[in-house]
């Protein structure tokens, strides 16, 4: 085995690891919303096919903004419900909706298009 051969095969290895832990141990984790300015939790949601990330960690006491960006003019995504804050959001295909909320409870509170196929969640921590 040359050294070139070597090093093409500890990339590919690299890759897959990379693949799983990105989507097994991330997806399953969540992602953590970056505090912004105004002190806001905010992160960014991409709607198509499903949610992008679909687990979002916030802390409690802080407000949150999810912006949602749909991708798709498929009409399953056309509203978000996120029930345990009394939102329902009309999402205009390719356009960012911000939707605001103050988590003031731990706890995990799904949210979901209107007929519930696709689904995420925030967990408060
Ligand atoms: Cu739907």
Do not use: H
Request: net charge neutral; hydrophobic share 45%.
């Amino acid at each position: 085995m040359t050294w070139d051969r070597i090093v093409v095969d500890v990339i590919g290895l690299g890759l897959i690891g990379f693949i799983v832990w990105f989507f097994w141990l991330v997806s399953a984790k969540g992602v953590r919303a970056p505090a912004t300015r105004g002190g806001y939790q905010e992160q960014m949601v991409l709607v198509k096919g499903g949610y992008t990330p679909d687990v979002i960690v916030v802390a409690r006491g802080k407000p949150v903004r999810l912006n949602f960006v749909r991708q798709e003019s498929a009409a399953c995504s056309e509203m978000v419900l996120l029930p345990a804050f009394e939102k329902s959001v009309a999402l205009p295909e390719g356009q960012t909706v911000p939707v605001e909320f103050l988590p003031t409870e731990p706890g995990e509170y799904e949210f979901a298009c209107q007929m519930g196929m696709f689904r995420g969640k925030v967990v408060v921590e």
